[in-house]
């Protein structure tokens, strides 16, 4: 059973920081493609980063110069710095990755609120 959780999030002002983190078990976190999500209004779930099992990265264009995604595989967690916040980045955080049969599976997500 592939288990996800978020931690990090809290609230900041405009132009803060905030870096998330995501622990996970039951799966060979090393061979995973993981993803970060945005759940905002409208209950809407936004790709906002992803990093495959090579450290090969891709971001949402509005974070691609202020937020970075990383990976520990001998923590099996990832991370993801966001700097330079913006109110429109506020929302529900979660990880995300595919578990043994290749479904899609979440964390319940770590709130982000930012203030301006």
């Known amino acids: 059973q592939v288990e996800l959780a978020e931690s990090g999030g809290g609230s900041v002002q405009a132009g803060g920081s905030l870096r998330l983190s995501c622990e996970v078990s039951?799966?060979?976190?090393?061979?995973?493609?993981m993803t970060w999500y945005r759940r905002g209004p409208g209950n809407r779930r936004d790709l906002m980063a992803t990093?495959?099992?090579?450290?090969?990265?891709t971001y949402r264009d509005s974070v691609r110069d202020r937020f970075t995604i990383s990976r520990d595989n001998a923590k099996n967690t990832v991370y993801l710095q966001m700097n330079s916040l913006k109110p429109e980045d506020s929302g529900v955080y979660s990880c995300?990755?595919?578990?043994?049969?290749?479904?899609?599976?979440w964390g319940q997500g770590t709130q982000v609120t930012v203030s301006s």
């Open positions: 990093i495959t099992p090579a450290g090969i990265t």
């Open positions: 039951g799966i060979i976190f090393s061979a995973k493609v």
């Open positions: 995300g990755t595919t578990d043994t049969y290749g479904t899609t599976v």
